[in-house]
């Protein structure tokens, strides 16, 4: 299975270049991520360390693994991954993110890579990695088969995907779509396209024809109460995160 050369969306990416110098903006239009993030973390901290036999209490636990952070943005993720010990790539398709997360990154003393640049074009240079971060891109890609099997090409054998997105059904379309755009304004109009979303029995599919074993899936679930994200084992019903490795 070979990924054609490019799975990206030109009308997903404009979207994204017009909020660029948002990105670390914790009350502008990418809230909803610094909300989501210490949650996302929780869980991608976690998954590398058992797949890889890290102690998470010990300093630079991921010191010697290559981690690629495939749709960037800003750095949400890329950071963190960078303070922890790993050699860190960042690759996002939308060229205003990069100069972005470039600045923070130097601001923040760590040393990233960033690129424009797409899954597919990494695959095709042959670049490995032990962890890709796949948060959040998947529903907004021409062909999520096509760019999961780059992905799958991006990993070396018995390497590690941490791929989130969001379900589809009516509540995801109240809560991600009315609510974080419509009622909430966290997100402009159009950020997302319901029909594009996944449901976690589908996303499972893809990963299994693009080459991956599924091995784990939790939800994010918001509580307008406290205000606060925390992992589910049961409620998948809108956004929701998969691990799945690469055979050996």
């Not at 869980?43 to 590398?48: D, E, P, R």
């Not at 990233?112 to 907004?140: K, P, S, W």
């Not at 096509?146 to 059904?169: E, F, H, M, V």
């Not at 939790?218 to 799945?244: H, M, Q």
Request: charged share 20%; aromatic share 8%.
């Amino acid at each position: 299975m070979q990924a054609p050369l490019s799975t990206v969306d030109p009308a997903e990416i404009e979207k994204f270049q017009a909020m660029a110098a948002e990105w670390w903006d914790e009350n502008g239009k990418f809230k909803p991520l610094h909300m989501l993030n210490p949650c996302r973390l929780d869980y991608i901290t976690n998954q590398i360390a058992g797949e890889f036999d890290r102690d998470l209490k010990t300093p630079l636990p991921f010191k010697g693994l290559r981690i690629l952070d495939i749709g960037c943005g800003g750095g949400l993720l890329s950071e963190p991954m960078a303070r922890l010990g790993a050699e860190v790539v960042g690759a996002d398709a939308a060229a205003g993110n990069i100069p972005v997360a470039q600045v923070h990154a130097e601001q923040s003393g760590l040393t990233i890579d960033y690129r424009h640049t797409t899954a597919e074009a990494l695959a095709e240079a042959g670049e490995q990695f032990d962890v890709v971060l796949n948060m959040e891109v998947v529903e907004h890609v021409a062909s999520p088969i096509d760019y999961l099997i780059a992905c799958r090409q991006l990993l070396k054998p018995g390497g590690l995907q941490i791929c989130s997105t969001l379900n589809r059904n009516p509540k995801s379309f109240m809560m991600a779509i009315i609510g974080a755009e419509h009622v909430m304004r966290w997100l402009p109009k159009g950020t997302h396209d319901w029909s594009k979303f996944i449901t976690p029995d589908e996303l499972f599919d893809l990963l299994r024809n693009a080459g991956l074993t599924p091995v784990d899936r939790k939800g994010f679930v918001f509580n307008p109460i406290t205000w606060s994200w925390r992992l589910s084992d049961r409620d998948l019903s809108v956004n929701y995160v998969t691990a799945s490795t690469k055979p050996a």
